[in-house]
């Protein structure tokens, strides 16, 4: 037994648990111990709570963006209404212009054929009164002339219209 090897592994081993409890070792890793679980429940803990405030700086985050694209929709929308109602604008402007202008050439025409006219039946008396002069060989009276006036516009104008 005393020449045994493990009897003395067992001894020294016995001894050695003995010397640690004696002195106290089982407190110190015992404390170590406790000291390392609890920093590593407290760095559980700053995790948790830096992911909570990660997840609420995200929601934040998201919350600003639809925020963002909801205002840069109605920009778009408020953007495209003001240039549709310009382009209308432009369009009536234009038409209007078109209208006026349409209307001051008729009046243009209006005025020009009525100065055609005018000038026509100018030309009509005095071609008549010409024939008239060169048919009778002499001067009319101012109511022959008045009649034969007549007639001649008459005939003219229907002949114009």
């Given at each position: 037994?005393?020449?045994?090897?493990?009897?003395?592994?067992?001894?020294?081993?016995l001894?050695?648990v003995?010397?640690?409890?004696?002195?106290?070792?089982?407190?110190k890793?015992?404390?170590?111990?406790?000291?390392?679980?609890?920093?590593?429940?407290?760095?559980?803990?700053?995790?948790?709570?830096?992911?909570?405030?990660?997840?609420?700086?995200?929601?934040?985050?998201?919350?600003?963006?639809?925020?963002?694209?909801?205002t840069?929709?109605?920009?778009?929308?408020?953007?495209?209404?003001?240039?549709?109602?310009?382009?209308?604008?432009?369009?009536?402007?234009?038409?209007?212009?078109?209208?006026?202008?349409?209307?001051?050439?008729?009046?243009?025409?209006?005025?020009?054929?009525?100065?055609?006219?005018?000038?026509?039946?100018?030309?009509?008396?005095?071609?008549?009164?010409?024939?008239?002069?060169?048919?009778?060989?002499?001067?009319?009276?101012?109511?022959?002339?008045?009649?034969?006036?007549?007639?001649?516009?008459?005939?003219?104008?229907?002949?114009?219209?």
């Amino acid at each position: 037994m005393f020449s045994d090897p493990s009897f003395w592994v067992d001894i020294a081993l016995l001894i050695l648990v003995v010397g640690f409890f004696a002195l106290g070792a089982h407190k110190k890793i015992t404390k170590a111990l406790d000291d390392r679980s609890e920093r590593i429940r407290a760095e559980l803990d700053e995790a948790r709570q830096l992911r909570e405030e990660a997840n609420a700086l995200l929601a934040k985050y998201e919350r600003q963006k639809r925020a963002a694209e909801e205002t840069a929709k109605t920009i778009v929308a408020n953007a495209q209404r003001d240039a549709e109602a310009q382009l209308e604008k432009a369009r009536k402007d234009i038409e209007q212009r078109a209208d006026a202008r349409i209307k001051a050439m008729e009046q243009k025409i209006q005025t020009a054929q009525a100065e055609v006219v005018k000038q026509l039946r100018h030309d009509a008396i005095d071609q008549a009164f010409d024939a008239v002069r060169q048919v009778l060989g002499k001067d009319l009276t101012k109511t022959q002339a008045k009649a034969y006036n007549d007639k001649a516009i008459s005939a003219l104008e229907g002949k114009l219209h």
